[in-house]
Each structure stands twice: as structure tokens, then as C-alpha cells.
């Protein structure tokens, strides 16, 4: 059973450039994990949905860098650990809101730089899907 992660954004940005490069990643994506994105306010915190099972991980700026090989590693090791559902949370333009941040697991940092929450997503998926190939053996990260 493949991977499934979640990508939470907090604020709808619209660009159709940037889905179609976002739809591109999740499909490519498709042989090793199941990509969902989502997006909205989370007053209270994380749905249900989101939380049983899963292992959340919110995006930070001071939150820990990865090389590509690093990040290769670090879901490698959570994969081992059986976590089989990672939700990927990226904040609100006013930072990680306050239910959110209860609930997060661990910190992890895309870039020292601020970036609008669709390009954080594809960001996010480029490295995951970076972090596969490398994993798989592939040729894309070379």
C-alpha cells in the first residue's frame, strides 16, 4: 500500500499555472504515494480525518532543512517506523494557526524564504517527489 500524505494549506491562492505544475507532481507521485491537497481555515485545528493515524508534520520557516538526500532519508524512516499517512501542513500568512499547532508532531523548514502557499505546495511536492526517485533509484534527482 502506498503512502498517503496530505498537503494542508491555510489560505486559497490561484494560480493555473502552478496547478497544472502541482497536478503534474501528484501524478507522477501516483506510483509511490496517494497526494491529496487540501486547503481552508482551521479554526479549531486539524479535521479528524487528518489526525487518526496520521503523523503531522508542519512547514516553519525555522523548522529543520533537509538536503534532497536528507529528506530522502527522514521519510524512509518514517515509512519504516509504519507511519503510512503523512499531513504535511503548511501555516496561514499569519503563521501556523493556533488549534494547528497543538497538533503538530514535528517541525521541517522548505527554505529560510517566505513563499505564497501555492508555491510552498509545489515546492513540497517537488522535494517529496524528489525524495522518491531518489529512494526508487531513479533518475530524476540526478
Known amino acids: 500500500m502506498p503512502m498517503q ?7 486559497k491562492h490561484r494560480n493555473s499555472a502552478l496547478e497544472a505544475a502541482e497536478q503534474e507532481y ?6 509511490q504515494a496517494q497526494v491529496a491537497l487540501c486547503s481552508g481555515k482551521a479554526r479549531g485545528g486539524l479535521p479528524d480525518r487528518l489526525l487518526k493515524g496520521t503523523y503531522v508534520v508542519g512547514l516553519y520557516v525555522e523548522g529543520e532543512s533537509f538536503t534532497s538526500e536528507q529528506l530522502a532519508q527522514r521519510l524512509q524512516r518514517l515509512m ?3 507511519r503510512s499517512h503523512l499531513v504535511l501542513v503548511i501555516g496561514g500568512a499569519e503563521g501556523m494557526p493556533a488549534g ?8 521541517w ?5 517566505t513563499f ?3 508555491l510552498a505546495r509545489l515546492l513540497l511536492l517537488e522535494a517529496v517527489y524528489r525524495s522518491f526517485d531518489i529512494l526508487s533509484g531513479g533518475r530524476y534527482h540526478k
Do not use: T, W
Not at 500524505?5 to 489560505?11: D, P, Q, W
Not at 501528484?26 to 506510483?31: A, C, G, H, T
Not at 494547528?100 to 517541525?107: K, L, N
Open 80 to 82: 519504516n517506523q509504519g
Open 100 to 107: 494547528v499547532e497543538s497538533q503538530i508532531q514535528e517541525r
Open 26 to 31: 501528484i501524478k507522477r507521485l501516483s506510483r
Open 5 to 11: 500524505i496530505s498537503i494542508v494549506s491555510h489560505e
Open 116 to 118: 505564497s502557499h501555492q
Open 109 to 113: 523548514s522548505l527554505s529560510p524564504l
